[in-house]
């Protein structure tokens, strides 16, 4: 990977963030809170990443969160223990005539990179379980050509690697001070409470 991963190698050892962080382009702060079905108009108010991940574990079974910060260009989202930003369909819709969605996703059990480019899923895949010899992605993954299968070599590395792609496909460098800052934050609904009703949302 080239060396802007060893910016992110905090990430490693950060075993207390389990998260989803997207990028979007081509989309308004309030069209991507409302995208996720969250209502603009009734703001949790501003809080950190820890505040907004306490939230998230105390009102769990209610539905999820999302912390906004609108960025030259794009829209930055981060879901403290939240994986609504990890379904493909939220990519699509989110990306849709002519943005652009870039996500990684991680918990103690799971990792997940998803990207869309104009309301089509372009990447999705799990990199625990890639390979350099890969070429044929499993089933309900879409491999992307400028993935070597080189890049999650060493497991130590995940997510910094995670994200250093995140930055690599947005041109956005995450920084360690935005866990500390204050962003506007709503709360949205269980993604299977808001997609219910539709088919193969999780599918590319």
């Known amino acids: 990977m080239p060396s802007l991963s060893e910016r992110y190698r905090w990430l490693d050892d950060a075993l207390d963030i389990d998260w989803s962080v997207a990028v979007i382009n081509g989309r308004t702060l309030d069209e991507v809170v409302a995208t996720y079905g969250g209502d603009v108009s009734k703001p949790l108010g501003p809080m950190d990443y820890a505040s907004a991940k306490t939230w998230r574990n105390q009102h769990f079974d209610d539905g999820g969160i999302i912390c906004v ?35 990684v996703y991680w918990s103690p059990s799971a990792f997940q990179v998803l990207a869309a480019n104009d309301g089509t899923v372009s990447a999705l895949f799990d990199p625990v379980y890639l390979e350099p010899a890969d070429d044929q992605p ?7 050509a400028w993935l070597t299968g080189s890049e999650f070599l060493d ?20 920084e360690r001070t935005w866990l500390g800052e204050p962003h506007a934050t709503y709360s949205i609904p269980d993604p299977d409470d808001l997609l219910r009703g539709i088919a193969d949302v999780r599918l590319p």
């Open 69 to 103: 910060r609108q960025l030259p260009g794009a829209v930055l989202v981060i879901e403290p223990n939240g994986w609504a930003s990890s379904i493909a369909e939220i990519a699509r819709r989110q990306s849709a005539n002519g943005g652009h969605f870039f996500s």
């Open 138 to 144: 499993r089933s309900g993954e879409v491999y992307p």
């Open 155 to 174: 497991d130590r590395h995940i997510r910094s690697t995670c994200i250093t792609l995140l930055e690599e496909h947005t041109g956005v460098q995450i």
